[in-house]
């Protein structure tokens, strides 16, 4: 294998084919995320759920575990460092990843139609969350050295701008990826009324991996870069997983993070069965649909956002975005079957995700240390996505005890179910964790 390039031996023509091959890559990616959408998991457990009686009651808690799943396989991402330097590169160990974690999703197509034949719903059930659970642990471990190997490759003042644009490869992908779902494959592969539950999914399933593999191949047009290897690896790299602790901004922004994750966590759930209760399982096209809007608002606003991170900051974006968004929960506490464009409202107010999404990356990037950019990176998605697994884990496990429960509203006279406290929970939640990002811009340096 050719000798990793130095940044500064690569010809700025060829880091623009670079630059390039990064973009097109995400929007293969996308492709694959769209046809293989999360939506369609949850939707396909809930089926499996609403088909045998024993396991309705656990529904919450199948559901949070199918979402909790790739978030705990998230921890794992601070062992990156240690593969990457087993492996020697960064580009071979992200191009293997990427190759390899497809091949756990061709495995719910195949299993699902075998152990649905079984007396109990139980080992089908366990058998997707744990595939789901195996191919999002391979791409992240993956991902990060990607992020790691783009970050070298391109200039810091541009970041901000390279990712926005990549967030618009990401989403134009998966805008394309969801209407492969949703419109084209159900008209070239129609579903007859008797089939199984699960016949609608094995389709956009199978093709989203292919989509996924073939993401790979405009990375191999990409240099490696040589990157600060530790001299005793395993022991300086162990260490290394623990540096972000005392760098203060960097872990500022790993808190508020963390503080928002935790709001999304508890509401996950229970979105997740009011999408289903509104629009059940030959409807979830129209849940796809929704996702579509808020990838389309997204992808329109994400070139403002980079601009607006170079002219404004990223924590003051982040800020902005996350007001806005935080109304989305409020949009779930008013949805009823007869007001259910309350969720497109909602959808709506989650474009500006893209503002939180870029801005927290880069700034993720940018306040890593250079010589342990691959360690810092992999700290702040295992810590920030841990806490939103555990968050999902217990509003799931709450949605199934206090299913029937409903909590009297002081001083008004109303009562609220579990879901509605949630919601309002999480409005407030999102809508205060400006407050966290104060310290981070303390003593005054614009982030």
């Given at each position: 294998?050719?000798?990793p390039l130095?940044i500064?031996d690569?010809?700025?023509n060829?880091?623009r084919?670079a630059?390039r091959?990064a973009?097109?890559?995400g929007f293969?990616?996308g492709?694959?995320?769209?046809?293989?959408?999360?939506?369609?998991?949850r939707?396909l457990?809930?089926?499996i759920?609403?088909?045998?009686?024993e396991?309705?009651?656990?529904e919450?808690?199948?559901v949070?575990?199918?979402?909790a799943?790739?978030?705990?396989?998230?921890?794992?991402?601070v062992?990156a460092?240690?593969l990457?330097?087993?492996?020697?590169?960064?580009?071979?160990?992200c191009i293997g990843?990427?190759?390899f974690a497809p091949?756990?999703v061709?495995?719910?197509?195949?299993?699902?139609?075998?152990?649905?034949?079984?007396?109990?719903?139980i080992?089908v059930?366990a058998?997707?969350?744990?595939a789901?659970f195996?191919?999002?642990?391979?791409e992240?471990?993956a991902?990060v050295?990607?992020?790691?190997?783009?970050?070298?490759?391109?200039p810091?003042r541009?970041?901000?701008?390279f990712f926005a644009w990549?967030q618009c490869w990401?989403l134009a992908g998966t805008?394309?990826?969801a209407?492969?779902?949703?419109?084209?494959?159900p008209?070239?592969?129609p579903?007859?009324n008797?089939a199984?539950v699960?016949?609608?999914y094995?389709?956009p399933?199978?093709?989203g991996g292919l989509?996924k593999?073939a993401s790979?191949?405009p990375?191999?047009?990409?240099?490696e870069?040589?990157?600060?290897?530790?001299a005793f690896?395993?022991?300086g790299?162990?260490?290394?997983?623990?540096?972000?602790?005392w760098n203060r901004r960097?872990m500022g922004?790993?808190v508020f993070?963390?503080w928002i994750n935790?709001?999304n966590?508890?509401t996950?759930?229970?979105?997740t069965?009011?999408?289903?209760r509104?629009?059940?399982g030959?409807e979830?096209?129209?849940?796809i649909?929704?996702?579509?809007?808020?990838?389309t608002?997204?992808?329109?606003l994400?070139?403002m956002?980079g601009?607006a991170i170079t002219r404004?900051g990223?924590a003051k974006?982040?800020?902005?975005s996350?007001?806005l968004v935080s109304?989305?929960?409020?949009?779930?506490f008013?949805a009823?079957?007869g007001t259910r464009?309350f969720?497109a409202?909602?959808?709506?107010?989650?474009?500006f995700?893209?503002?939180v999404?870029?801005?927290?990356?880069?700034?993720?990037?940018?306040?890593?240390?250079?010589?342990?950019?691959?360690?810092y990176i992999?700290?702040?998605?295992a810590?920030?996505?841990?806490?939103?697994?555990l968050?999902?884990?217990?509003?799931?496990s709450?949605?199934?005890r206090?299913?029937d429960?409903t909590f009297a509203?002081p001083?008004?006279?109303?009562?609220w179910?579990?879901?509605?406290l949630?919601?309002?929970?999480s409005?407030?939640m999102r809508?205060?964790?400006?407050?966290?990002l104060?310290?981070?811009?303390?003593?005054g340096?614009?982030?």
């Open positions: 294998m050719a000798r130095s500064r690569i010809p700025k060829r880091r084919v630059i091959a973009q097109h890559n293969l990616w492709i694959g995320q769209g046809l293989l959408n999360s939506m369609m998991i939707y457990l809930i089926d759920c609403k088909t045998h009686p396991t309705l009651a656990l919450g808690t199948v949070a575990w199918a979402i799943g790739p978030r705990l396989a998230g921890l794992f991402r062992f460092a240690v990457v330097d087993w492996f020697g590169s960064r580009k071979r160990f990843g990427l190759l091949l756990f061709g495995l719910i197509p195949l299993g699902v139609p075998r152990l649905a034949g079984w007396d109990s719903p080992p059930l058998f997707v969350i744990a789901w195996a191919y999002h642990l391979v992240y471990l991902m050295a990607f992020y790691s190997w783009v970050g070298d490759l391109v810091s541009a970041r901000g701008r990549r990401l805008l394309l990826g209407y492969l779902a949703t419109r084209l494959l008209e070239l592969f579903v007859a008797d199984p699960w016949d609608r094995l389709v399933a199978t093709l989509f593999l790979v191949l990375l191999l047009r990409m240099p870069i040589a990157w600060h290897r530790t690896q395993f022991a790299r162990v260490a290394q997983m623990f540096a972000p602790l960097f922004l790993v993070v963390c935790l709001a966590g508890l996950q759930t229970t979105q069965s009011y999408n289903y509104l629009f059940p030959e979830y096209s129209v849940i649909l929704f996702g579509t809007l808020t990838q608002g997204q992808l329109l994400s070139p956002t601009r404004f990223n974006v982040i800020a902005a996350m007001a109304f989305g929960s409020l949009c779930y008013a009823t079957p464009y969720l409202l909602a959808a709506a107010a989650w474009v995700w893209v503002g999404n870029v801005a927290t990356l880069n700034l993720a990037v940018g306040l890593a240390r250079p010589d342990e950019k691959t360690a992999a700290f702040y998605f810590v920030t996505t841990g806490v939103l697994a968050g999902t884990i217990f509003g799931g709450l949605a199934d206090c299913r429960v509203v001083l008004t006279g109303a009562t179910n579990y879901a509605q949630s919601f309002v929970l409005f407030l809508l205060l964790s400006g407050l966290w104060i310290p981070l811009m303390w003593p340096k614009r982030l």
